[in-house]
Structures are given as structure tokens and as C-alpha cells.
């Protein structure tokens, strides 16, 4: 197993609770395709860089989580689905 790290940032206008929601629903994922979460952080709403397909603002979520290539392929897929996720990376630790 490899560990992993993934940064997302949530729409401004998805509430508090559906951020939290989401965040549950992206550790689900990871947990039904074999990974094991090691810690998530929400760090709230922060200003971006830079404009992102018109959103100035965004709620950043910082996931640690060890598993295998196709959990994390998986993991990918969706993010890139859900439309109210701006932006994501992925990074492998080790």
C-alpha cells in the first residue's frame, strides 16, 4: 500500500454540512475500493489564487489516506465527476 494525499477545493455556495457530507461520501470511496483513511482536515473557506471557473472562493479539504493504484483511480474518477468540486491533487507520499 502506498500513502496518498489529495487537496480539494469545494464550491463557495455548497454549505458547511454538504461539505462535510462530501468529505464523507470521498472517505467511503476510498474505504469500499480497499484504502485506509488516515486523517481528514476541512480547512474551511479560503480565497483562491485565482479565478477558477468563476469561483473567487472555496472550501479546501486535505485527505490522507493509504491504498492501492485502482482505489485511488477511483478516487480521481469521481472528483473529476462531481461538479462541485473546483479542483483536486493528488500526491503520492512515499
Known sequence: MNAYEVTYIIKADVSEEDAQAMSEKFSKITTE?????????????RRLAYEINGNVEGTYVCM?????????AELRRI?????NIVRSLFIRLN
Open 64 to 72: 490522507k489516506y493509504n491504498s492501492d493504484v485502482p482505489a485511488t
Open 79 to 83: 472528483m473529476n465527476l462531481d461538479e
Open 33 to 45: 475500493n480497499g484504502g485506509q483513511i488516515v486523517n481528514v482536515d476541512i480547512w474551511g473557506k
